[in-house]
Structure formats: C-alpha cells, structure tokens
C-alpha cells in the first residue's frame, strides 16, 4: 500500500508541475484500474483502502506541484520564464 502512496504523491507533483486540473480525472481512472487489477486478490477493503489513499496522495501532490508551479513562475527571472512557459518547452 505504501508504495501505491509515494508512487501517487510523485506522479500528482510531476502532474501539477505541467498541466491543468483536469488531468486529474484520466490519472485517477488509470491509478483506480491498477489497483483494482494489480490487488485482486485481497480483501475489497483493503483494495477501497489503498484506492483512497493514492487518489488522495495524487490530488495532494498535484497540489504541491501546482503551488511549486506558481512559486517558481514568481520568482524565477523573466529570461528564465519566458523560455519554458506553459505546457510547450
């Protein structure tokens, strides 16, 4: 379970870094699909257990990785932003 944790705080930081909310939706559906596919052969609470603790570790890193985003847009030199803005780099 814990690996589906880290695993889901890294991917939602490197999410919130690069794209909008709504990527959300597709990584929470492919994060629910691995679970669900790779813990079958546990209990449905410990499966329920472990899908809600990666969506809430992926919505808490895209979270930080959108925050991070703004800082670093704020405070980095405008050479520097102008270079990499947005989603095309």
């Known amino acids: 379970m814990a690996i589906f944790l880290v695993t889901g705080a890294i991917i939602g930081i490197?999410?919130?870094l690069r794209f909008k909310v709504l990527v959300l939706v597709p990584a929470s559906v492919l994060a629910a699909v691995v679970i669900i596919l790779?813990?079958?052969?546990?209990?449905?609470s410990v499966i329920v257990l472990t899908l809600i603790g990666t969506?809430?570790?992926?919505?808490?890193g895209y979270l930080v990785g959108s925050v991070l985003r703004f800082l670093a847009h704020a405070y980095l030199p405008a050479w520097?932003?102008?270079r990499c803005s947005g989603t095309k780099c």
Do not use: I
């Not at 790779?38 to 449905?44: A, D, P, Q, T």
């Not at 969506?55 to 808490?60: I, R, S, Y």
């Open 14 to 16: 490197l999410l919130g």
């Open 38 to 44: 790779g813990r079958s052969g546990h209990e449905l």
């Open 55 to 60: 969506l809430v570790a992926l919505q808490m």
């Open 80 to 82: 520097m932003r102008d």
